[in-house]
């Protein structure tokens, strides 16, 4: 919570708040699903919003809800976010 608290006056574009929401919900993934994913789900949000050119910021942000709702055992959403996620990596890198 202290990174959140620390950044949370600072405005949304700016980069470090958003990591500082990306550490709260990681931290909070392991052993708190159910707090962890509206966290994720606004990083999320935001990096879609502001940084959607960063393809890597965004698949990470969405991996972690991906994470959140394998740890709720809502594993057929996980698996929608998961394919989407190879779906844009493959149409940027390729098969490999």
């Not at 890597?56 to 959140?68: F, L, N």
């Not at 709702?69 to 490999?96: K, P």
């Given at each position: 919570?202290?990174?959140?608290?620390?950044?949370?006056?600072?405005?949304?574009?700016d980069?470090?708040?958003?990591?500082?929401?990306?550490?709260?919900?990681?931290?909070?993934?392991?052993?708190?699903?159910?707090?962890?994913?509206?966290?994720?789900?606004?990083?999320?949000?935001?990096?879609?919003r502001?940084?959607?050119?960063?393809?890597?910021?965004?698949?990470?942000?969405?991996?972690?809800?991906?994470?959140?709702?394998?740890?709720?055992?809502?594993?057929?959403?996980?698996?929608?976010?998961?394919?989407?996620i190879?779906?844009?990596?493959?149409?940027?890198?390729?098969?490999?």
């Amino acid at each position: 919570w202290a990174a959140w608290k620390t950044y949370l006056g600072r405005p949304e574009t700016d980069v470090v708040r958003g990591d500082g929401i990306g550490l709260l919900g990681s931290a909070l993934r392991p052993s708190h699903p159910e707090e962890a994913l509206p966290v994720c789900e606004a990083n999320l949000a935001l990096r879609r919003r502001y940084w959607s050119h960063n393809f890597v910021a965004v698949d990470s942000a969405q991996t972690s809800v991906a994470s959140c709702l394998d740890g709720l055992g809502r594993r057929d959403e996980s698996l929608v976010l998961r394919r989407e996620i190879y779906a844009r990596q493959v149409a940027t890198f390729g098969v490999s």
